[in-house]
């Protein structure tokens, strides 16, 4: 596709269920990134995926939190026993390695309520 | 990574001139600087990126001095859609790891 996209847009879910978010990044980028932003707050970095490197899991605040890529392909999030304070909006985004740095490519997040 | 520092928000009227100081004191040799623009709802936008002196697109201007200790993002005549959150980022030019912080709100009045 022409952007980053990011599937449900939506979920809301009980507490103590598993999610799992996805992100389809733009073709041809190595790179890819996952935030949480909470309401009203910055973007936490949370893994970075690069080509077939192990991944940067330095941003997952717990072992509940995990995230796979395959290849250079789609990527999914998984939150284990959701907890509240996991509600927040989840923000994948995708580079491509040769580009600038800095020059995040952005999906449109996907809105965790935990109730 | 070096750690930067903004204010939280501004406020401003349309057609006025804005411009959005980022200090970022402990900067590294090999550290580019790069602004991102964030609006309700969306994933942020690249908007520039610099390394010294002045750098200049369709959207913005960024000012970095001699000593590259701040940075300033300069936005041209805002209108009520430049209303969003500012981040600036600092990191070497080919880091990996993209740590936005809370950004300014910047707040564009008719």
């Known amino acids: 596709g022409a952007g980053v996209s990011q599937s449900p847009s939506n979920k809301v879910t009980e507490k103590g269920k598993d999610v799992e978010l996805r992100c389809d990044p733009i073709s041809g980028h190595t790179a890819l990134y996952w935030y949480r932003q909470r309401l009203g707050q910055g973007l936490e970095f949370l893994i970075y995926?690069?080509?077939?490197?192990?991944?940067?899991k330095s941003g997952l605040p717990s072992d509940r939190f995990s995230a796979e890529r395959t290849g250079e392909s789609v990527s999914t999030l998984t939150i284990q026993r959701t907890q509240q304070e996991d509600s927040a909006v989840y923000l994948c985004?995708?580079?491509?390695?040769?580009?600038?740095?800095?020059?995040?490519?952005f999906g449109e997040g996907s809105r965790l309520t935990v109730l | 990574l070096a750690k930067t520092t903004q204010p939280i928000s501004m406020d401003s009227y349309e057609g006025q001139e804005v411009n959005i100081t980022c200090s970022h004191n402990n900067i590294a040799t090999n550290d580019y600087i790069t602004w991102y623009q964030q609006f309700p709802s969306q994933g942020p936008r690249f908007i520039i990126q610099g390394y010294k002196t002045k750098v200049t697109n369709e959207v913005a201007s960024l000012f970095i001095p001699a000593d590259r200790k701040s940075s300033t993002l300069s936005l041209p005549r805002v209108s009520l859609s430049d209303t969003a959150v500012y981040y600036c980022l600092v990191g070497e030019y080919n880091f990996n790891k993209f740590y936005f912080g809370s950004g300014t709100k910047l707040n564009v009045k008719p």
């Open positions: 985004a995708s580079s491509h390695s040769r580009g600038p740095a800095g020059e995040l490519f």
């Open positions: 995926f690069q080509g077939n490197s192990a991944p940067d």
